[in-house]
């Protein structure tokens, strides 16, 4: 009540209103750049609260503890790409496609969103080698994107022998891969994955592969 009186009168509203969000925002961009650089077993309150600037008893005031923190983290948009990214913002569209063409479009947005998210690559560098509560926490974010591009884009589905879900966990887990690999190495099997020319190769190749597998099958001829 007193916030929005004091909004009404046009005068500045106390110190704790205006500074909560941008604390809370302070605390998600030092849960990223801990993770990026030290990883999951450095991720704690005190290293968090330290890198932020803050006390830590506000990451509990403001979030409960680590694993909303983290939830938090994981669901602003800075860590993994949305829905509305994947799709290009058109999955009405998406949905008459054909399932080759979709999934190409999907898988090319993917690539994008990842390659402009360095702070994720050095996550998911990190997520290869510990295992733990908070990576899990992660696993299921990206797992609730996955299921929830599925279901909007069920009706293209249809019309396929293929196994959708296994042939696009392939081809993403190669893409995180070699995105992975790119920062330690220019090369893997003759393509420059440090290079814009580089990836328009591996785009390629995904469009091919989308084509080869979700191509709409033929009915049967009749005798």
Same mark, same amino acid.
């Given at each position: ?9 046009? /005068? ?11 604390? #809370? !925002? ?15 077993? %450095?991720?704690?309150?005190?290293? +968090?609260?330290? =890198?932020? @600037? +803050? $006390? ?8 409960? @503890? ?11 948009? !800075?860590?993994?790409?949305?829905? =509305? &990214?994947?799709?290009?913002? $058109? ?12 999934? %190409?479009?999907?898988? #090319? ?12 690559? !050095? ?9 733990? =509560? ?8 990206? &797992? ?18 293929? $196994? +959708? ?17 790119? *920062?330690?190495? #220019? ?8 290079? =814009? ?6 785009? /390629? ?11 709409? *099958? ?6």
């Amino acid at each position: 009540m007193a916030c929005s009186s004091a909004k009404k009168r046009g /005068t500045a509203l106390p110190t704790p209103y205006r500074n909560r969000s941008a604390t #809370r !925002e302070r605390l998600v961009r030092a849960v990223g750049t801990l993770l990026a650089h030290k990883g999951f077993t %450095a991720l704690g309150v005190n290293a +968090v609260a330290k =890198e932020a @600037g +803050v $006390d830590k008893v506000l990451i509990y005031r403001y979030f409960g @503890g680590m694993p909303e923190l983290l939830k938090t983290f994981a669901g602003s948009g !800075e860590f993994w790409p949305s829905i =509305e &990214e994947l799709t290009g913002g $058109d999955t009405a569209t998406l949905r008459q496609m054909p399932l080759s063409e979709s999934t %190409a479009i999907i898988m #090319r947005n993917y690539i994008k969103g990842l390659r402009r998210r360095a702070l994720t690559q !050095e996550i998911l560098a990190w997520e290869a080698v510990e295992s733990n =509560e908070l990576t899990q926490i992660l696993d299921n974010i990206r &797992e609730e994107v996955s299921m929830a591009l599925f279901k909007e884009l069920s009706p293209s589905l249809k019309g396929t022998d293929a $196994d +959708v879900a296994a042939i696009t966990a392939l081809l993403a887990a190669a893409v995180n891969y070699l995105l992975i690999r790119s *920062r330690t190495i #220019r090369t893997f099997n003759g393509v420059d994955i440090r290079s =814009e020319e580089g990836w328009k190769q591996l785009e /390629t190749a995904i469009i091919a592969v989308c084509q080869q597998c979700f191509a709409p *099958r033929e009915s049967p001829k009749k005798k």
